[in-house]
């Protein structure tokens, strides 16, 4: 079982940077990639980036290459979302998600851990 805290998130002003963290735990050592998702209430939930286990790997959907890098400090077990450039339709709950393939790539394909999410308003 895998546990996932998520904080990080806040208010920012559009074009503004924000970074995420995932804190993760397991009782198994077994490896697990993690994800992060986004919602906007009454939308479908969105995949944003994925990390394997080493940190080594990633895997991002299109629309956030080149805005929001993911990666991960194997110390402390957490992963990181930072976001740059940020936009109004930035704004929504972000979710991490941990399972134990890699990548992780779409809603189809996220684990069965989540976090509790972390709000992230971007004000234009």
């Known amino acids: 079982q895998v546990q996932l805290v998520e904080s990080g998130g806040g208010l920012v002003q559009a074009g503004g940077s924000l970074r995420l963290s995932c804190a ?3 009782r198994t050592s077994s490896p697990y ?3 992060w998702f986004r ?3 009454g939308k479908d939930r969105e995949f944003l980036a994925s990390i394997d286990a080493t940190g080594r790997s990633t895997y991002y959907v ?3 290459k080149g805005r929001f890098t993911i990666s991960k400090d194997t110390a402390k077990n957490t992963v990181y979302l930072q976001m ?3 936009k109004p339709e930035d704004t929504a709950i972000y979710y991490c998600n941990a399972d134990a393939q890699f990548p992780i790539s779409g809603d189809s394909l996220a684990g069965p851990y989540w976090g509790q999410g972390t709000r992230v308003t ?3």
């Open 24 to 26: 993760t735990s397991a």
């Open 33 to 35: 990639a993690v994800a």
């Open 39 to 41: 919602q906007v209430p």
């Open 62 to 64: 299109d629309s956030v």
């Open 84 to 86: 740059s450039s940020l």
């Open 122 to 124: 971007v004000s234009s």
